[in-house]
């Protein structure tokens, strides 16, 4: 593997963690496993939790779908492992992913400039 294939790899996996940990397009992926709990503190503020549903297998996928290092370890797997298998698939989903990771990190150092 080259750098610019590592690099490539590491934005991908980067953008593909969050767009299923974090992304509202992906809550439905996630709706089945997790459950956001409101509860009021003594201070009168409402935090918000999140619980993770069921038991088993099903609590696994929650645990994993909770944790962004865990869920970066089985995106990083399913890219890697796609690209040797089927890579008339997997790398221009690798490549998507790798520029929309990199333009998110772009956007960051915009902000950060800007503030």
């Not at 496993?33 to 935090?47: A, K, R, S």
């Not at 995106?75 to 492992?81: D, F, G, P």
């Not at 890579?87 to 990771?101: C, E, T, V, W, Y």
Request: hydrophobic share 50%; aromatic share 14%; glycine share 8%.
């Amino acid at each position: 593997m080259t750098a610019t294939e590592l690099f490539l790899f590491i934005l991908g996996t980067f953008r593909l963690t969050r767009l299923i940990m974090y992304d509202s397009i992906t809550a439905f992926l996630r709706k089945p496993f997790h459950e956001i709990v409101e509860e009021t503190l003594p201070d009168g503020t409402v935090q918000s939790f999140l619980h993770i549903k069921g038991s088993g297998l099903c609590h696994w996928i929650g645990e994993l779908l909770s944790c962004y290092w865990c869920t970066g370890i089985w995106c990083a797997a399913i890219l890697y492992i796609g690209n040797i298998f089927c890579p008339i698939i997997f790398h221009p989903l690798l490549m998507i992913l790798a520029i929309a990771g990199g333009a998110s990190f772009i956007e960051w150092a915009v902000e950060k400039w800007d503030s």
